[in-house]
Every structure is written in C-alpha cells, then in structure tokens.
C-alpha cells in the first residue's frame, strides 16, 4: 500500500473472547468511542475504509451487530470505498451486503491471512 502513496491507519480495535454475547451497554460505548476518533479523523485523507470484523458476534437484544456496526460507518461515510473481512462461519445477512463494497473471507485459520487481500 506504501508503494502507492496510501498509508493505513488504525482507528480502533478491539478483541475478545470466545462465547457469550456482549451486554448492549458495551456495544453502546464501543460505538461511541468509534465515532468519536472517526470525527477527529481528516476526511480529504481517507480513501477508503478495510474492517476486520469476526462476523459472528451477539449482543444482547440486537439481531445483526455487524450491521449494527458498519451501518455506523456509512452514516458518517456514506461514498467511501467500505471492505469488510470476517470468518468463514461469520453470519453474512442481506443489510450487511448492502452496507459494504466488498467482502472477504479469511484464508487461514488461525486468521492470519484477514490482511492479505487488500495488500496484493
């Protein structure tokens, strides 16, 4: 990516681990959080948006939380380029299809490949 001028820059992660689902209070503040740094973030230099999500979380009372979470996303950007890599077993609906540009699955698990398709 550096040999064509563009730079990635990491806005957020997170991590957790297997079961369970996540209580809505802590998604609420994960998103607010979110949209905080993304507000701070220059718009002229973003060309386009890559998120690494697992794509099978739950969360108490919500139905699709990646969508939930992309759909964060396009209200603040709503024409950037928006590339989503999940897990082979992610919960892939029809509201996240229509809120992305592009998925990709992981090559490996372990997922050490999550990153390879948009270095090539």
């Known amino acids: 990516m550096k040999d064509l001028g563009y730079a990635p820059y990491l806005v957020i992660a997170i991590g957790a ?3 369970g689902s996540i ?4 998604l ?5 959080g979110l949209c905080t740094v993304l507000d701070n973030v220059p718009r002229a230099q973003i060309v386009g948006m890559q998120w690494v999500l697992h794509g099978s ?8 939380v ?10 603040r950007f709503p024409i950037l380029p928006l590339v989503v890599s999940m897990d082979l077993h992610s919960t892939v609906t029809a509201p996240l299809l229509q809120l992305v540009d592009g998925l990709v699955h992981y090559r490996t698990a372990p997922h050490r490949a999550y990153h390879y398709p948009y270095c090539q």
């Open 17 to 19: 681990t297997v079961g």
């Open 57 to 64: 979380s739950t969360v108490e009372g919500l139905a699709d």
């Open 28 to 32: 609420d503040r994960y998103l607010k």
């Open 23 to 26: 209580e809505r209070p802590l």
């Open 66 to 75: 990646q969508s939930d979470i992309l759909q964060t996303l396009r209200q």
